[in-house]
């Protein structure tokens, strides 16, 4: 497809300026073929002065176009741009065009389900993709009323933004939904299938659930479990919210091949159908899919409701969508330990995306979101999850009463309206006596994490602990671009004190928990009655955003006695202080090991053992460990799943438990045999009963081993031919250590442009083995060329996916970081793919500096 022009800051600007946008009128036909759909815009608008601008959309082909009645020349288009020259006054656009279905879920994605043949097509027009949809005036802040109607084949159902109603004879397959509230172009939403739906209503709303019908015994099975979650959330913003949900239904269809985990369409979310499980899942899985649902409920405030002007306030709407979703899920609904799971897994994260290269403000100056390709970038671990710890800190800081005072005023001078960062800390600032101002400079205009040192001493009668506060020192750019300043903020903390059980040395008590405020620069000594604890961990509740680290004598403590710490959050903060300190190559890789083989048996938070589990086989065994130790790491993770396993066996409340270990001690099989058994028998020995999920990732690394043939594959997918089957099957024949399976898959990957965005990911996964190190090194050496004309052809989302997955990122080697940094330095990437190139190349830097610390 090559590069088009994106919008600029400035021309969005202009163009506001010049145009009042007052209705859209949609017409889409989805009866014309595989390839191509019809679409008509009609929009009314106003030119408050004469002058010029554009429209965009991207068109397979532009038949016609009228301003004010008259012809305008197709011909006219440029690139996606077509210009209009406007006198002052009221104006009539009328587009005409045949659009291209996508499938990179981008724009209108069309998926033809494999398990049943039927065909599901549903838009993501998120931030500039409205335009492969509907000609638009594609920007957030050129808000306007919608009307549209859709032709579909007869036996499809027809969703939107608003209630969707059959006209004229059933045949026909007309479908007009109810005009809108004013709306950004990025919210307009269709699906459209033969949906599987499930239909009830909460407080006069209609509600429903949709989703492919090869999926509706395990939405059936799940429905009445997301409804409770929606309708508790419902129920709880409305407590505490002052403006009523301010849209006429509220649908969520689960969709095949979303690039994201959701998106707030008002009236109509739209989800990855992976969360209609299929097979089993851990409660934490349930409880990431329900913290989904309240996150896309926020938006419909934060967000729909009231949106960023430009993309540079983004984190206006993820960052409280991420802190709300979190929270009020914890308060709604039976997952009360919601921040745990955040601690260990969103959190880390952010703290990750903070210390590489391409790091920025949560609200970053407007000048640096210049356009909104470089807007995209930003929806990251920084935008959602240290935005969200920076709110977290900002209600432990202010108090609950005033955050939600300051929030409904907000929502009352913005509603269906368009708002900045200074317009929230103004309403912030009227609802306290705090410094809100200053607090926002210091918190969401710094890079990078601050590093929480303590010192703790004791003079026999009182226990005094001095807390090192050190800023962000910064992160050096790769390829000669420059240097990101880092930055120091302050933080309300509270400190907690622990002691051991006289009754059981293993475990630990709490003392006392200290509040404490350090300051934006300088250290803070407190002092505390008592002897000497056996363990002090600052930021204890994980109120705030910052590294920590434990003092020689706690650090001794948590090695012995972590897994006996009374509260499961307090246990994540500990992991990921030792997490951060393996990281920063303060800690040997075979310490976490040791740490995880003595506690994670004894450990009964869920998602305490997933994060764990996934630090240990994902960055420990496979990145952090140089080559002639990664056996023994792998050895290390399979003793430990079977003492967890060993543990947990025939006790009730166990069985996520008992998968997350499955899981891993398959993905850390070293010979084939005990697998292929477990495949053969359908059950692992001791662990759960081997579903879809378990079989394939049985069957991908018995595949990695060399112990699987194209015929298993084939065998398999014949007994799972579901979309999850086919991704499967896409995986294992990628990972088969053999020349010509390599040669295929790198053939789909690059060459012929046919995998959609869910396969092209499947395929890339499977690619990239440790074990095939000289198999798989010349591929490395086409790897920069090929993702280069990939990006370019193909577009950002698999731009994102052959940076975040094709990367040769098993290559834990000097020469796959100067291949990289050639590529970055010489070449021209797609901004989507120059930001992962920059993070993979930052964390294979931080790989090799880690293994050579420990080697």
């Not at 799940?222 to 849209?247: G, S």
Request: charged letters at 25%; aromatic letters at 8%.
């Amino acid at each position: 497809m090559g590069r088009m022009p994106v919008l600029t800051r400035d021309e969005a600007q202009s163009r506001a300026r010049l145009l009042d946008i007052h209705r859209y009128r949609i017409d889409l036909d989805l009866t014309r073929g595989e390839e191509h759909f019809g679409s008509t815009t009609v929009i009314r608008f106003t030119a408050r002065t004469a002058g010029r601008t554009f429209v965009e959309l991207k068109p397979a082909t532009l038949h016609r176009v009228t301003l004010d009645g008259q012809p305008l020349d197709p011909a006219g288009l440029d690139g996606n741009r077509l210009p209009l020259t406007l006198s002052a006054g009221e104006h009539e656009l009328r587009v005409e065009a045949d659009m291209r279905y996508s499938r990179t879920g981008e724009g209108m994605h069309r998926f033809t389900d494999p398990a049943d043949g039927r065909t599901y097509l549903y838009t993501q027009t998120f931030l500039d993709d409205a335009q492969r949809v509907f000609a638009a005036f594609d920007q957030p802040d050129l808000k306007a009323l919608f009307d549209a109607t859709v032709t579909a084949p007869p036996e499809w159902t027809v969703l939107g933004n608003a209630i969707a109603t059959r006209v004229g004879p059933p045949a026909e397959g007309r479908w007009q939904l109810a005009t809108t509230k004013p709306l950004s172009t990025y919210f307009v939403a269709f699906a459209a299938g033969p949906w599987h739906t499930v239909r009830t209503e909460h407080a006069g709303l209609p509600f429903a659930l949709h989703c492919r019908r090869s999926l509706a015994p395990h939405l059936d099975a799940d429905a009445e479990e997301i409804l409770d979650i929606t309708r508790r959330c419902y129920d709880r913003y409305h407590e505490i919210f002052d403006e009523p949900y301010p849209f006429d239904s509220y649908d969520q269809a689960f969709v095949p091949e979303f690039n994201a985990g959701a998106m707030e369409n008002p009236g109509l979310v739209t989800f990855r159908d992976e969360y209609v499980f299929r097979s089993a899942v851990t409660d934490t899985q349930r409880m990431g899919r329900g913290t989904t649902i309240a996150h896309e409920m926020a938006h419909m405030w934060f967000g729909d409701l009231v949106t960023l002007q430009w993309w540079d306030d983004i984190w206006l709407n993820e960052s409280f969508a991420e802190y709300m979703g979190v929270q009020i899920l914890a308060e709604a609904t039976r997952f009360h330990d919601t921040w745990t799971d955040f601690a260990i897994a969103r959190k880390a994260w952010g703290y990750d995306a903070d210390q590489r290269p391409s790091t920025h403000p949560v609200a970053p100056a407007p000048h640096d979101v210049h356009d909104t390709a470089s807007a995209l970038l930003n929806f990251d671990g920084i935008s959602y999850a240290k935005g969200a710890s920076a709110l977290r800190q900002l209600v432990a800081w202010l108090g609950d009463k005033d955050f939600l005072a300051g929030i409904n005023d907000h929502f009352a001078r913005h509603r269906f309206g368009n708002a900045t960062l200074a317009d929230f800390i103004d309403s912030l600032a009227r609802n306290t006596d705090r410094d809100i101002h200053t607090w926002a400079e210091q918190w969401l205009r710094t890079t990078g994490a601050d590093t929480l040192t303590p010192d703790v001493t004791h003079d026999g009668t009182y226990v005094h602990l001095a807390i090192q506060h050190r800023g962000s020192p910064g992160v050096p750019v790769p390829a000669g671009d420059g240097f990101v300043p880092g930055g120091s903020r302050p933080h309300h903390i509270t400190v907690g004190l622990y002691d051991h059980d006289p009754d059981d040395p293993a475990r630990l008590l709490l003392r006392k928990r200290v509040e404490a405020d350090i300051p934006q620069t300088g250290d803070l000594a407190i002092a505390s009655a008592g002897p000497r604890p056996a363990l002090t961990l600052l930021n204890d509740r994980d109120l705030t955003y910052a590294k920590v680290r434990l003092d020689p004598h706690s650090w001794q403590t948590a090695r012995a006695s972590l897994s006996g710490l009374p509260d499961p959050l307090t246990r994540a903060v500990v992991w990921n202080a030792v997490r951060d300190m393996v990281r920063d190559g303060e800690l040997a890789p075979t310490a976490y090991l040791d740490t995880a083989r003595t506690h994670l048996p004894r450990e009964t938070d869920i998602a305490v053992v997933q994060g764990v589990l996934a630090f240990a086989r994902t960055q420990i065994a496979d990145r952090y460990s140089a080559p002639a130790d990664r056996p023994h790491a792998l050895a290390t993770l399979t003793d430990l799943c079977h003492d967890l396993l060993e543990r947990t066996q025939g006790t009730t409340g166990t069985e996520g438990l008992r998968l997350a270990a499955a899981r891993t001690l398959i993905d850390s099989a070293t010979t084939p045999t005990t697998l292929q058994q477990w495949l053969h028998d359908g059950t692992a020995p001791g662990g759960p009963a081997l579903d879809p999920e378990l079989r394939w990732r049985t069957l991908a690394r018995l595949a990695t081993l060399g112990a699987a043939t194209p015929h298993d594959i084939d065998t398999e997918l014949a007994r799972d031919p579901s979309a999850t089957g086919r991704e499967g099957a896409a995986r294992c024949r990628a990972a088969l250590p053999d020349p010509t399976a390599k040669a295929a898959a790198w053939h789909a990957l690059y060459a012929d442009d046919q995998l959609s965005n869910y396969l092209f990911t499947a395929t890339a996964q499977g690619f990239w083995q440790p074990e095939q190190a000289d198999l798989l090194r010349p591929y490395r050496d086409r790897y920069y060329s090929d993702a280069l004309a990939l990006a370019t052809r193909r577009g950002p989302a698999l731009a994102a996916a052959a940076g975040t997955h094709g990367f040769p990122h098993t290559l834990i080697e000097e020469e796959t970081l100067r291949r990289g940094q050639d590529c970055l330095r010489d070449a021209d990437p797609t901004p989507a793919l120059r930001r992962k190139l920059t993070d993979q190349l930052d964390d294979l830097r931080r790989a090799l500096a880690v293994r050579a610390a420990h080697s």
